[in-house]
Structures are given as C-alpha cells and as structure tokens.
T-cell receptor
Framework: EAGVVQSPRYKIIEKKQPVAFWCNPI?????LYWYLQNLGQGPELLIR????????DSQLPKDRFSAERLKGVDSTLKIQPAELGDSAVYLC??????????FGPGTRLTVL | DQQVKQNSPSLSVQEGRISILNCDYT??????FLWYKKYPAEGPTFLIS?????DKNEDGRFTVFLNKSAKHLSLHIVPSQPGDSAVYFC?????????????FGKGTKLSVIP
C-alpha cells in the first residue's frame, strides 16, 4: 500500500516569494492533516480536513497561509509571501476518520 | 507552555543494552499516549501506544510504561539495535484513541552504538 506522498521534498526560496506544497494521502483516508515542524521541535498541527472541509484551522496563520483540499483527496498548502521564520519541515498526515495518523516524508522549506 | 516534555534531547546506548526514553506531561486530560519514531528525511512512523486505563503495553522489543500519578511515561527498547537509532517523539491526546488532536514532545535522539 502506498504511503502519504508529498512534493516537493525540498524547496529553497527567497523571502517574500510564494511557495506551495502538495500532499496525496493514503487511499481511503478521509482525514488529512498539515503539520509544521521547526528544528528541534515536535510536529504542530496547522490544519485538519475531513473530506474537503477544513474542520480545524485554528493554528493556521491565515494572513499568509492558505490550504485547500479539492474533491477531498489531494491537498495543497500555500504560503504567500514567505518569511524567514517559515523555514521548517511541513508534514502531511492522513487517517481514516480519527484513527492512527500516517505521515508523509515532509517538505523541507528554506527561506533565504 | 509545553504540555508534553521530553527532557533528554539525546541518548546513547550500546547495542544489546536497554534504551529508556522518558516523557512527562502536564495536562490531566490526556488519556492516550503514543510513541513515534523518525528517521532523517522521513516522516514520523507510529511505534506503540497506551491508553490511560493501562500501565503497560508491550510489542516485541518495545514496551511503554505509564505512571498516571506522576504524569510520566517511558519507552523501553530491549535489546537495542543499531537500526533503532532515530528520533523518538512522545505524543498525547485528550479524547482517547479516537482523537485527532495530538500534542507532541520535542523528541529524543537515540543513538545505538554497535
């Protein structure tokens, strides 16, 4: 069974530029999560989707971050404009309902 | 305020010996605890979990112990193998195994020396 797929794996951009991350969850998993992991820290939830609905986005900085999950499958997380402090690993995870979460490999973002 | 604390950033253990990774929590509402393992350039993978109604859960070489009165849990790996070298994250939730809301610690980097 294929795991959670994320792309790109690495991204380097200059500050103020936009950036987007893509996630394809495990087939059949209706719940999708985006996490932020700063260096030396554990993952922190940014947003959770149940199917195509964002049911918890309380930790998403909405001034510059946005996310979508069209058709309830793939999801995209966008940052516009990126700031130096956004350098981190962005993890996507999926689960069936509220079951065990399976994580993708993450996208490592470096903002210069 | 960090609700899940892993106070040891790193741990080195000889191959074949026991590895003990510790985790403390402050939120009394937490009732389900998980350990995730993370290799470099990979996402965290689930290792083992325990519900607050138990004080021990075992899976092969991995055992998790929970002391609710002390708000402390530990992961024991016996015997430790070089392939166990990774970062281990403790996580907790407040609504049991069916909760999506996981709070993670900062992780402990385990190095198993051959």
């Amino acid at each position: 069974e294929a795991g959670v797929v994320q792309s790109p794996r690495y991204k380097i951009i200059e500050k103020k530029q936009p950036v987007a991350f893509w996630c394809n969850p495990i087939s059949g998993h209706n719940t999708l999560y985006w996490y932020l992991q700063n260096l030396g820290q554990g993952p922190e939830l940014l947003i959770r989707y149940e199917n195509e609905e964002a049911v918890d986005d309380s930790q998403l900085p909405k001034d510059r971050f946005s996310a979508e999950r069209l058709k309830g499958v793939d999801s995209t997380l966008k940052i516009q404009p990126a700031e130096l402090g956004d350098s981190a690993v962005y993890l996507c995870a999926s689960s069936f309902l509220w079951g065990r979460q399976f994580f993708g490999p993450g996208t490592r973002l470096t903002v210069l | 305020d960090q609700q899940v604390k892993q106070n040891s950033p790193s741990l080195s253990v000889q191959e074949g010996r026991i590895s003990i990774l510790n985790c403390d929590y402050t939120n009394s509402m937490f009732d389900y605890f998980l350990w995730y393992k993370k290799y470099p350039a990979e996402g965290p993978t689930f290792l083992i979990s325990i519900s607050s109604i138990k004080d021990k859960n075992e899976d092969g070489r991995f055992t998790v112990f929970l002391n609710k009165s002390a708000k402390h849990l530990s992961l024991h790996i016996v015997p430790s193998q070089p392939g166990d070298s990774a970062v281990y994250f403790c996580a907790a939730s407040a609504e049991g195994a069916g909760s999506y809301q996981l709070t993670f610690g900062k992780g402990t980097k385990l190095s198993v020396i051959p």
